[in-house]
C-alpha cells in the first residue's frame, strides 16, 4: 500500500472567522497581507507599459517606414507624425495594459481577474450604458463649445483621415480602458493595500496612481501636467465611488474619441496631442473642472440606480493539500 500523495489545487482561502467589513474598490485588496506584493506589482506594470510601448510601438514605426509613410529624416529629427500605423500600434501597447493588469493582480494576489474590473467581480456593462446616457452628453456640450468658439481650419477628408477616424473608433475606447485598468485599477489598488486607514489608503493611492498617469503622458508644460494629475484624481473619485472601473473608462473612452475625432477631421491631430511647454495655459482649468464634474455626476447616479460600490475584500486563492491515489 502506497503513501498518499499531496498535489496542490487552487483553492479558495477558508472564511474568515469574524464578520467581514465591506470596503471600497480602492480597498479590495486590502486583507491580503504583504506590502511587497503592491510594490512588486506597480513596478512590474511601468515595466511593462515602457515595454509594449517599446516593441508594439517600435513595429508600428517599422510598418509606417516600410510603406512610405514615413522617412528616416522624420525619425532622426525626433518629431513623428501621427499615421494611422504609428497611432493603431499606441493603442494597441496600451488596450494590452488590461490582460497585464488582471494577470499581475491574479499572480501576485492571487485575486480572480474579474475582480478588477469592480467590486461586483465582473464588468458591468449594462450600468456603463445607463451612466453613457448623462455622461456622453456632458462631454459633448463641453466640446462641442469649445469648437463652437475656436471652429479653427477646413474639414479635411481623404484615405488617410478616414483610416484615422476608423482606428479611433475601434481602438480608442480599447486605449482608454487599459489605462485605467493599469492606473486605476492596479496600481491604485495595489497602493491602496498598504493600509488599514480607508482615508490613508484613498489619498495615498490617489496620489500615486495620478502622479504616474501624469507622468507617462509626458507632458512638459506644467498646466498639463497638472490637467493630467486632476484627470487621473476625477478617475480615481468615479472608481470609489461607483465600485468599479466603468465610469472612469468611460469617462476616459468619451473625452479622448471626441477630442480625436474633430482633430482628425480638422487636420490637427498632431498639434491636439502637442505636449510641449507652452501649449497649455489657465483655459485648462475648464476640462479640470469637467472631470471632477463627471466624477460627482457618476456616483450621484450610481446612488440612484441603487449600484453596488463596497463589497468584503478580496481573498486570496491559495495552495492546499488534496489527497491523490499514487501509481
Known amino acids: 500500500m502506497t503513501e498518499p500523495a499531496y498535489l496542490p489545487e487552487p483553492v479558495s482561502a477558508p472564511e474568515p472567522s469574524g464578520p467581514t467589513v465591506p470596503v471600497t474598490y480602492d480597498r479590495a485588496l486590502s486583507e491580503i497581507p504583504g506590502a ?53 500600434s499606441t493603442n494597441i501597447s496600451l488596450a494590452l495594459l488590461i490582460p497585464l493588469a488582471m494577470g499581475l493582480q491574479r499572480w501576485l494576489f492571487g485575486a480572480k481577474v474579474g475582480t478588477l474590473a469592480s467590486v461586483a467581480g465582473r464588468f458591468r456593462w449594462r450600468w456603463m450604458g445607463r451612466l453613457a446616457l448623462v455622461i456622453v452628453p456632458v462631454w459633448v456640450v463641453y466640446l462641442g463649445l469649445g469648437f463652437l468658439l475656436d471652429p479653427g481650419a477646413d474639414v479635411q477628408i481623404d484615405g488617410v483621415a478616414l483610416a484615422l477616424i476608423a482606428i479611433v473608433i475601434l481602438t480608442t475606447p480599447l486605449q482608454a480602458a487599459g489605462e485605467e485598468f493599469g492606473a486605476r485599477g492596479l496600481i491604485q489598488r495595489s497602493a491602496g493595500s498598504w493600509f488599514r486607514n480607508p482615508v490613508a489608503a484613498f489619498v495615498v493611492s490617489t496620489l500615486i496612481a495620478s502622479s504616474l498617469f501624469a507622468l507617462a503622458h509626458l507632458a ?108
Open 220 to 327: 512638459g508644460d506644467p498646466w498639463l501636467i497638472a490637467y493630467y494629475f486632476v484627470f487621473g484624481a476625477s478617475m480615481s473619485i468615479a472608481a470609489r465611488g461607483t465600485g468599479g472601473l466603468e465610469a472612469p473608462v468611460l469617462m476616459h473612452a468619451t473625452n479622448n474619441v471626441l477630442i480625436f475625432l474633430p482633430a482628425v477631421l480638422l487636420g490637427q491631430l498632431e498639434q491636439g496631442i502637442d505636449r510641449s511647454a507652452g501649449t497649455g495655459g489657465p483655459f485648462m482649468l475648464v476640462p479640470m473642472a469637467v472631470c471632477l464634474v463627471g466624477a460627482g455626476i457618476s456616483i450621484l447616479w450610481a446612488r440612484r440606480n441603487r449600484i453596488q460600490v463596497t463589497a468584503p475584500p478580496i481573498e486570496r486563492l491559495r495552495l492546499a493539500p488534496v489527497v491523490a491515489p499514487q501509481a
Open 36 to 88: 511587497w506584493r503592491g510594490v512588486i506589482a506597480i513596478v512590474l506594470l511601468v515595466v511593462g507599459f515602457l515595454l509594449l510601448q517599446i516593441v508594439i510601438g517600435g513595429v508600428g514605426i517599422l510598418i509606417e517606414v516600410a510603406r512610405g509613410a514615413l522617412t528616416l529624416d522624420e525619425l532622426a529629427s525626433g518629431v513623428v507624425p501621427i499615421t494611422p500605423g504609428i497611432l493603431l
